[in-house]
């Protein structure tokens, strides 16, 4: 059950299930300024089953489970990454012909990088969003049925990947010990304005929407 809500009789009704071609998410919004529209998954069920499935089930772990470290997302969280990161490369791989993850080799990923960074021109913050599924589908590997075979970023991440981070001491990876090396003050500086500059665009982007941003309270 992906969704319910209980009538003034003490019954639940359920409003989506996992198998649905439409997750309602409707409960979970609260704030009354949200459009009909956004608190809807639709999953485009012409697509290849096995990667709608997969999807599915990578969606709905994040969303009971949230990230390692972290909290589940809220439900506009789901609904967003759905649309600006699931479909996108469910459609990319259909077009090629693969029809599960399974399938998918580094020549895929590569290519599809090169596509949304070069092709589609897509900034670094929105290039992370849009790559986001294939870091899912590693993290949450364990839900699917047709697992990606590889590690998707190399010798990478998926943040350096796209450009937000410049992350010191990758060579201690894969040693014993796990160390970040110091990082120099100008680049510190560099980075700390880029945050600063994320976070703004960020408060700017709630505010359009009456959302308050109050970094002290838990979302």
């Not at 992350?167 to 970040?180: E, I, S």
Request: with cysteine; charged share 20%; proline share 6%.
């Amino acid at each position: 059950m992906i969704s319910a809500i209980i009538n003034d009789d003490g019954e639940t009704l359920v409003l989506s299930r996992f198998g649905d071609a439409q997750w309602d998410f409707r409960p979970f919004f609260k704030q009354a300024n949200v459009s009909h529209c956004f608190k809807f998954v639709n999953w485009d069920m012409n697509m290849p089953r096995a990667l709608i499935d997969d999807c599915k089930s990578v969606a709905y772990a994040w969303f009971k489970r949230g990230m390692p470290s972290s909290k589940p997302p809220i439900a506009r969280g789901v609904t967003t990454f759905a649309v600006a990161s699931v479909m996108p490369f469910v459609r990319w791989l259909n077009d090629l012909g693969v029809s599960n993850f399974a399938e998918v080799r580094a020549i895929h990923i590569s290519n599809y990088v090169y596509h949304c960074r070069d092709e589609l021109k897509l900034r670094p913050l929105p290039l992370y969003g849009r790559l986001r599924i294939i870091d899912f589908l590693w993290v949450f590997s364990t839900d699917t049925i047709f697992p990606l075979q590889s590690y998707p970023w190399g010798n990478s991440t998926l943040w350096r990947t796209c450009g937000i981070a410049n992350v010191k001491g990758l060579d201690a990876t894969n040693k014993n010990v796990g160390r970040t090396d110091i990082i120099p003050s100008a680049e510190q500086s560099r980075i700390f304005n880029y945050c600063e500059r994320v976070v703004l665009e960020m408060r700017a982007e709630l505010a359009i929407n009456g959302v308050g941003y109050h970094p002290s309270k838990p979302c």
